[in-house]
């Protein structure tokens, strides 16, 4: 057997040079993950803050790598021939900007997850990928989250039969970060105060898209989202800085529940919320829905109808064995590493082993275009009334008869078990 | 004390005499639990279906009462001049014309659920009440659901904040209904071979509109629906009763899955869906959410910021004690009684003592309207592809300053903690 570290590696010895664009705590966290593959090089990265350029200098030199090259602007940064791919972790409204400029430069962008501003941003990621032919990710890890690829699995298995209808969400009460944007630096507070849509659609919305073949045999048609008034975050203001804070009674744009309906060509419905203004535990609202049964996140249980007991939940934990993704027995078995349930790190890897393949990514440029599109989309929607706003092809009819994507322990249009065989 | 059942009954000892039409399974049930009541007589029955009918007669003489008149046409029920209310169980879409009827004699209606096939016909409703004076009562026991009640108590007591957010719907695997509704003289089948919108909405949401203080300060102003495809009952005839069978390729027009946004006028947002064609466990999928904490049915917990751990769900069964409502803390001391966990017999009783009390009922017809025209508005939206559908206000502008309800136990608008004073 291969050492531990090469299995989810792969076999391809050669190292891989990234580049890190924006470092505050995501930023570096992510740089965090990539310092422990030794199979990958950060010689430069990029920050407009100084302090958090220094911040992200120094976690490479702590790491025992040596000190890489700090930029200011990404422009220079992409520009550099020594890199194969940048890691894109600025605020929402920056990402596609840096994004396009590094797939001009032919750098494999790695984009962290965020809603686009605009619907023609998006095709301008999809027209730059297919004139430069750079790949083009979305680092959404919760497609490599442990439940979101059991449940891949489960669908990919049959184990719901024909799928119906999803639900997902952003359940995470994000008040502080909110209210603190402007002293921590943090965009939220921005997009909070000034649109009004899903403006975080993808942590749910990324998986569900890969269990009903979104892009790769069907796409999403139509939307309409509703929001409810602001209230929130003036609260929390109120009760943690005063009822003198500007904050305390600023008006916010954005609806503390964002509810959005999706329409797919084949008929299945998605349930998507936005819900990150309210006191509440976390939760990312998951359910899978087809003819043979149905699963819940919110009371981790299922339901498969002929397995389990007549209309009587079973827990979720029972079918896990069963189902769990190959990617994750393999993971799980050699030792979970990195932030977020270790989804992160994987992640990080599916993006690194598409550069060392020389491949598409898990998540291309279509699937990066259609997930953030569902922001703009929203805002559309709400502006209007909550009127259906039709959903954009990306591939321009491509979906239709798409070839499967790329065959490897990482891909999310279909689980590879021939790819997990044991190395000898 | 007064005796137990007079407890629930109130002090008036007069007898109400109602009529009862249709008399399938669930017009057999109400009657059922109206027999067991000492101050109510059953003079008049009435059903198309000559065997139900007689199994009506014969249900009321076995419960030791004088055989009731049957009858095929209600209106020669309503008609009567010895009968204070009518119960209405019939299908769905004769629903209106009998209770129109009925409220033109003057006979209190206790109508069952159902929704509206008309925006108009919920506007006849309301204009007949207005015209006639006759209470005209949507019999909807969920909103006696003892859970229904306690999270009612809740609200009113501030415990969630402001509301921003609710959640609900109709979860409950009915395909075997639906299936064998043409053996069975069901009239499901009917509505789902050529009906898409939410055909069924007021289970979850009259218990949310009574939290929102929908006709009372508040109202719906639009709502839009999306319905999935639809396979659920196709599938089932075929592994039921065989691929030959004439419903197991029959086109459905309900889609599977149908979810609903409803807008608030002062800014909050329900999610309705409705569920019934797919393998699953029965659920209301209730959540009610404010600034200052959640509850969700289908993980039985509750988070209450200040009270809870910090992002921890608390069983709701720790906080029932505590909301219980005073309704249904008499009624658990009592006994409960009857169907559907009791809250049939309790919805009943409010519906009698209304009538002894000569006052309108806790569900009136402005409730009665709107909740039922939830299921036109919603098949108009599936019709226009989700467009967003304006909500007419039934009280014509009343809503804005509206007096509030009559107190009483069975109070829906309130919580009126001095109707349940030990009576000595």
Not at 221 to 235: D, P, Y
Not at 393 to 416: C, H, M, Q
């Amino acid at each position: 057997m291969s050492n531990c570290t090469s299995s989810l590696q792969g076999s391809c010895k050669k190292k891989v040079r990234l580049g890190f664009i924006g470092l505050s705590g995501r930023g570096r966290g992510l740089l965090g993950n990539v310092l422990e593959m030794d199979d990958v090089e950060v010689p430069a990265v990029c920050e407009v803050y100084e302090d958090r350029l220094q911040m992200g200098i120094e976690q490479v030199e702590a790491a025992g790598r040596p000190r890489p090259e700090g930029y200011k602007d990404y422009r220079k940064l992409v520009k550099r021939d020594d890199i194969d791919g940048v890691v894109i972790a600025t605020s929402w409204t920056t990402h596609v900007e840096i994004a396009l400029a590094a797939m001009k430069a032919g750098k494999y962008v790695g984009m962290e997850v965020g809603g686009a501003t605009s619907v023609q941003h998006c095709w301008d990621l999809v027209k730059t990928y297919e004139e430069t032919g750079t790949p083009c990710m979305m680092l959404e890890n919760c497609n490599y989250g442990r439940v979101e690829m059991a449940i891949l699995n489960m669908v990919k298995k049959n184990l719901f039969g024909e799928l119906i209808h999803c639900q997902c969400g952003y359940e995470h009460d994000l008040r502080q970060e909110v209210a603190c944007g402007y002293e921590n630096r943090h965009y939220r507070i921005h997009n909070y105060l000034n649109r009004n849509g899903d403006v975080y659609p993808t942590h749910g919305l990324g998986p569900m898209a890969k269990c009903l073949n979104i892009n790769r045999g069907n796409r999403f048609v139509s939307l309409t989202s509703m929001a409810s008034k602001s209230r929130g975050i003036n609260e929390w203001v109120r009760k943690n800085k005063g009822e003198d804070h500007p904050l305390a009674k600023a008006k916010f744009a954005l609806g503390d529940i964002v509810t959005t309906m999706i329409k797919c060509a084949h008929g299945e419905t998605v349930l998507l919320i936005h819900d990150t203004s309210l006191p509440r535990p976390y939760s990312r609202a998951g359910r899978v829905q087809g003819t043979k049964g149905i699963w819940m996140e919110d009371n981790k249980s299922i339901y498969i109808e002929g397995r389990s007991p007549e209309h009587t939940w079973e827990p979720f934990e029972k079918y896990l064995e069963e189902f769990e993704h190959p990617l994750w027995k393999e993971y799980l078995s050699l030792g979970v590493r990195g932030g977020h349930g270790g989804m992160d790190y994987l992640v990080l890897r599916a993006y690194i082993e598409s550069i060392k393949a020389k491949t598409n990514t898990p998540i291309d440029v279509y699937d990066t275009a259609t997930w953030m599109a569902v922001t703009a989309l929203s805002e559309e929607s709400v502006a209007t009334g909550s009127s259906p706003v039709a959903f954009p092809d990306f591939t321009n009819g491509k979906w239709i008869n798409r070839e499967p994507g790329i065959p490897s322990k990482y891909a999310l249009d279909n689980v590879y078990e021939n790819c997990f065989k044991t190395e000898t």
